[in-house]
């Protein structure tokens, strides 16, 4: 489960102070990877915090994960098994991208997985700076998920191969 929670500066004639806005997701497996977590986010002006919570990942290796969304603002889904266009077993990149869209915001540094294939990550990034979109650009939560990456496949790890998935919702 991904829990965001955001927080949003009031005018100045609000006298209660900043609105905090909580959202939740679960990261469910795709591709068979036996991955699952839950993550949470907080928006407090113009930081957003995530911590995510994994279990399944490839242990030992480098695990990619992004807050993804449409260009166009849809909603930003995870796809389904029928995504596997190509009928290899693997939803690839290309093939998930319709659902769940381009990278908005790359959570790194990626976190390694430890020998049990478990990752915890936390880290606070600085909307607008050093190349982190700022909150309009980012958009609404509610419209994103978060994707993690990196699977055994054919004898190799592929970082790439998405392996877990959740879509974020508003609390």
Not at 68 to 95: F, V, Y
Not at 137 to 144: I, S
């Amino acid at each position: 489960m991904v829990v965001l929670i955001g927080f949003a500066s009031c005018s100045s004639d609000d006298d209660n102070g900043p609105v905090v806005q909580n959202y939740a997701a679960t990261l469910n497996q795709l591709n068979n990877s036996g991955a699952s977590g839950t993550a949470s986010i907080s928006v407090d002006m113009n930081t957003i915090t995530v911590k995510i919570e994994a279990t399944g990942m490839v242990p030992s290796k480098l695990h990619p994960q992004h807050i993804h969304g449409k260009d166009d603002g849809s909603n930003a889904t995870c796809p389904p098994a029928s995504a596997d266009t190509d009928g290899d077993g693997i939803i690839t990149i290309p093939e998930g991208a319709p659902f769940y869209g381009a990278v908005l915001l790359p959570l790194e540094d990626f976190p390694t997985a430890d020998a049990n294939g478990k990752i915890s990550f936390t880290k606070t990034f600085t909307l607008g700076e050093n190349g982190v979109l700022t909150a309009d650009a980012l958009g609404a939560l509610e419209d994103r998920s978060i994707v993690l990456h990196g699977l055994n496949n054919d004898g190799s790890y592929v970082a790439t191969i998405p392996v877990a998935c959740g879509q974020i919702t508003k609390i």
